[in-house]
């Protein structure tokens, strides 16, 4: 989850980046995950990301598009 989880991260990141904005205007996210189990070692990525971090809701799933173990949406400011 931990590999996934970054390159989620970098995703985001890279086009918060192509609109103007960074993971630090990041003000909610939603975090999906397939296995609730792996809360703990996704957050130790996700954590490295953000500075003061955004909201978060954060939920189990039975399942996930082309069969990945975390998805991930956020809303941020662009200027």
């Given at each position: 989850i931990g590999p996934e989880t970054r390159q989620t991260l970098e995703n985001?990141?890279?086009?918060?980046e192509?609109?103007?904005s960074s993971m630090d205007?990041?003000?909610?996210?939603t975090v999906f995950l397939t296995d609730i189990k792996?809360?703990?070692a996704m957050n130790e990525v996700?954590?490295?990301y953000f500075?003061?971090?955004p909201a978060r809701s954060?939920?189990?799933s039975s399942g996930l598009a082309l069969d990945v173990r975390v998805e991930i949406e956020?809303?941020?400011v662009t200027r």
């Open positions: 985001i990141k890279s086009v918060l192509e609109f103007g205007e990041v003000v909610k996210c792996e809360w703990a996700y954590k490295t500075k003061n971090p954060a939920l189990g956020c809303i941020a």
